[in-house]
Every structure is written in structure tokens, then in C-alpha cells.
């Protein structure tokens, strides 16, 4: 099973389907990472307050991939961000992690209440010029938050990681960011479960006339779109099929009907009120 490379704009190239372990049990984490590992996976997101770094590290640890087989991925918790403070934040979450080094860096929300994602964004700038992560994103980044970032800094991020499943598709801010050579990574790629997407008839559709689930055509519509994407399951059958999509391919009318289902439904916090 071969996952497609996206190459990012700093020329590094990140597996287009990982696994999530946001709300993951730390207790469990260790063992459903090594799962996700054992089944072929190679790229996980995980964040500083998802607290189940030390899980995944583990879970690393224990497996024997060479390093640079691995993506890793984590985020900066929005407490910790800051010119002084983002340094040790990385600094803890690499040791938590048992790694020398992240793959992807992200601001988890912008948090433009705080209006200090610009200094941490030059924080970030430094880590990556340190090695400690090898490329920097941002998340829950909305259109005037990057083009903050591209007026008063020198670096623009490799990745957007923002809510997207069908029923919140977000083309626009997908395009603006894609036309400045930002990759899109969807969270809550599935729409965390929070509506009844896989009863869709272009769903269900589509699946019944592939022989596959709904899930794998929804996690099929994100990869066809050049998407990037990890979506989290707890349930070893469910990792593995979540990963077994590279069997069939949507035709461009069942990518269109799923499309339709788009009605700026957001299930998660909006970026520009979010205080947590
Ligand atoms: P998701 O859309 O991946 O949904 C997960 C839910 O879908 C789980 O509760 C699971 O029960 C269900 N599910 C998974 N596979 C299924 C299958 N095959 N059939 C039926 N149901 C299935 O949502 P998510 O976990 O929130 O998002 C994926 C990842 O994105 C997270 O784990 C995390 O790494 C990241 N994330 C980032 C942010 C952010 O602010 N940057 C926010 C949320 C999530």
C-alpha cells in the first residue's frame, strides 16, 4: 500500500495520510499508536494538549522505524505561545515525545485575541533554523491571519491544518492559502462523527457501488482533492480500514455530489472566537 508524498514549500514531503490521536486515551495511546504503525502508517499528528506525546513516543520508540521514516507532528498549545515562551514549549514537548526532532511545528489556533501568533511565528522561524523542527505550519489560520504572517515575517507556512469534511469545505480559504503555496490538512476529516455524514446518499452511494465504507469514500473525496489528512479511530479494524484506500478511485461525478453536501456546517470551535 503506497501513500502519495505532497511535497511542502520548503521542499520537504509529508505523507498525504496519517493518523490522529486527538482524544485518544493517554493510557491507551502507546498501544492504539503502535496499531496505526504496525498497519503501515508513518505519519501522526498529535498536540502538547492532547496530552499523549509521551504515548506516541513510546509507541515510536518501541516499534524500530528508522527515524526518518517517521512524520511526526505536534502543536503549540495556545498558553505557550510567545517569543519567550513557544523555545521550552518544543523543548517539553520533544522530550515528552523522546525525539530530537519534529517533522511539522504548528500554532495550534491563532488566538488573535492574544495577538501574539506574529512573535511566535518568529519563534517558530528560529526552532526550524535549529533543527528542532524540520517545517513550521499554522492551525485554525483564517485568511487576514495569514496574510499577517506574510506581511511581517519572511516565512510562509508549509501547512494550514483546519477543519474540513464535506458539509465545511472551505474552498475559499483552501484556495487563498493554496494559491500562496500553503497544503491544506484537514481535521475532523470525517466530520467527528457529529453529523450524519456516511447516511448521505452521495456517500452511501458511492460506497455501495464500490464495495467499500463510507468512511473510505470520505477519506478518498480528501485525498483526490490533494488533501492531507489523519483521521483518528481507537478501534484497530477501523485504523486498518481507514488506511486501506488506494483500491478505487471516485469518479469526478461522485467527487461533485459529495461537494454538494457543503453548507458551512463547522463542528468545532471557530478560530476567530475561540478563548480556550
Ligand atoms: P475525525 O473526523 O477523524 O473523526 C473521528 C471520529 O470518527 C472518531 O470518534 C471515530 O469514532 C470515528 N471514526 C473513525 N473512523 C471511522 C470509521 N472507519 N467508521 C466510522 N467511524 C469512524 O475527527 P478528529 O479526530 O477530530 O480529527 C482527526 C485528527 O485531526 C485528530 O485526531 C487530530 O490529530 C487532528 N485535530 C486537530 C485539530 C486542530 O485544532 N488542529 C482539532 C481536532 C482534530
Redesign the pocket.
Known amino acids: 500500500m503506497t501513500v502519495p508524498q505532497i511535497t511542502l514549500n520548503d521542499g520537504r514531503t509529508i505523507q498525504q495520510l496519517g493518523f490522529?490521536?486527538?482524544?485518544?486515551d493517554p493510557a491507551e495511546t502507546e498501544r492504539i499508536v503502535s496499531e496505526a504503525l504496525e498497519i503501515g502508517y508513518r505519519h501522526l499528528?498529535?498536540?502538547a494538549v492532547?496530552g499523549n506525546e509521551e504515548g506516541v513516543g513510546r509507541a515510536i520508540a518501541a516499534s524500530g522505524i528508522p527515524r526518518d521514516e517517521l512524520f511526526v507532528t505536534t502543536?503549540l498549545w495556545n498558553t505557550e505561545q510567545g517569543a519567550d515562551t513557544t523555545p521550552p514549549a518544543l523543548a517539553a514537548s520533544l522530550d515528552r515525545l523522546g525525539l530530537d526532532h519534529v517533522d511539522l511545528y504548528?500554532i495550534?489556533?491563532p488566538r488573535p485575541d492574544l495577538d501574539r501568533y506574529v512573535q511566535t511565528w518568529q519563534a517558530f522561524e528560529q526552532l526550524r533554523a535549529e533543527g528542532l523542527t524540520r517545517s513550521i505550519g499554522v492551525?485554525?489560520f483564517h485568511r487576514p491571519h495569514l496574510q499577517r504572517l506574510f506581511d511581517e515575517t519572511g516565512t510562509v507556512p508549509a501547512v494550514n491544518?483546519i477543519?474540513l469534511?464535506p458539509a465545511f469545505a472551505q474552498r475559499e480559504l483552501r484556495a487563498f492559502g493554496e494559491s500562496h503555496g500553503i497544503r491544506t490538512e484537514?481535521?475532523?476529516?470525517?466530520?467527528?462523527?457529529k453529523y450524519d455524514l456516511?447516511g448521505e446518499a452521495a456517500v452511501a452511494g458511492a460506497a455501495a457501488a464500490h464495495g467499500v465504507?463510507?468512511?473510505?469514500v470520505v477519506i478518498r473525496w480528501h485525498l483526490q482533492q490533494g488533501i492531507i489528512?489523519?483521521?483518528?479511530?481507537?478501534?484497530r479494524e477501523?485504523i486498518a480500514?481507514?488506511f486501506d484506500v488506494f483500491g478505487f478511485e471516485l469518479s469526478d461525478a461522485e467527487i461533485a455530489a459529495i461537494d454538494a453536501l457543503d453548507r458551512g456546517l463547522r463542528v468545532?470551535a471557530d478560530p476567530e472566537a475561540a478563548v480556550f
Open positions: 490522529g490521536v486527538f482524544k485518544v499528528d498529535t498536540a492532547y502543536k504548528l495550534h489556533w492551525s485554525n491544518q477543519e469534511h484537514a481535521w475532523g476529516p470525517l466530520g467527528q462523527g456516511f465504507t463510507p468512511a473510505q489528512l489523519f483521521p483518528k479511530s481507537a478501534s477501523r480500514a481507514n468545532g
